[in-house]
């Protein structure tokens, strides 16, 4: 059984402080994928890296993917509150099913 | 629609009885997943179809829970004699297929009294 564990599992910090959620594994995922959900709401896609190594930038967020593919991190420049929410880590195996983790709840205080 | 549609959002039910729970996808996405989320976890595997047939409905917990997917659009998730420990929200999500990320629906929270 393939298993991700994300940590901090809860985080609250002031605006513009920086932070960095971890996603772990003992499995080789063939992608990885993040999604920041809200109360009441489906989680919604932020970004997917699929090649060991792979870093991607989207605005203030930068997502890493590890070389061998068994983990990740998302790190958050100068945090909003707007950033509030759940950040879920989900890896793809052989089929197109996905396992995520526990999920990180992040709150940044204005 | 634009995006996932999820009805109804809330159901209450009792102890023992039947529900159905219904997925809309976007259209022309190809592969439909079923999910349920319970309270501080994150979404845990249900059934994934691609198309009118289950690929992999290797999550479903036990042989109370059942999905259908007869047009290969519309999706309904089935409970028989349904228990508390049932009561989670279940999320729908479409995609194309392959590692591309999903779109998913804003998901119906099941209780169970």
């Known amino acids: 059984t393939q298993l991700l564990e994300q940590s901090p599992q809860f985080l609250s910090i002031q605006e513009g402080e920086n932070l960095t959620v971890y996603c772990n594994s003992s499995?080789?995922?063939?992608?990885l994928q993040w999604y920041r959900q809200e109360p009441g709401e489906g989680p919604v896609l932020l970004v997917t890296?699929?090649?060991?190594?792979e870093v991607k930038k989207l605005k203030r967020l930068t997502f890493q993917f590890g070389d061998a593919r068994k983990d990740s991190s998302l790190h958050i420049t100068a945090a909003q509150p707007g950033d509030t929410g759940l950040y879920l880590c989900?890896?793809?195996?052989?089929?197109?099913?996905?396992?995520f983790g526990e999920g990180t709840q992040l709150t940044v205080n204005p | 629609g634009a995006g996932v549609s999820q009805t109804p959002s809330n159901k209450v039910t009792e102890k023992g009885k039947y529900v159905e729970l219904r997925c809309d996808p976007i259209?022309?996405?190809?592969?439909l997943y079923w999910y349920r989320q319970s309270l501080g976890q994150g979404p845990e595997f249900l059934i994934y179809?691609?198309?009118?047939?289950?690929?992999?409905d290797s999550g479903l917990p036990n042989d109370r829970f059942f999905a259908v997917r007869p047009e290969g659009s519309v999706s309904t998730l089935k409970i028989q004699r349904t228990e508390r420990g049932d009561s989670a929200v279940y999320l729908c999500?479409?995609?194309?297929?392959?590692?591309?990320?999903?779109?998913f629906g804003s998901g119906t929270r099941l209780t169970v009294v």
């Open positions: 999500a479409s995609s194309f297929g392959g590692p591309s990320g999903y779109t």
């Open positions: 890296v699929v090649t060991g190594g």
């Open positions: 259209s022309g996405h190809t592969a």
């Open positions: 499995s080789v995922f063939s992608s």
């Open positions: 989900a890896g793809g195996g052989s089929g197109s099913r996905l396992t």
């Open positions: 179809f691609q198309g009118t047939g289950a690929a992999d």
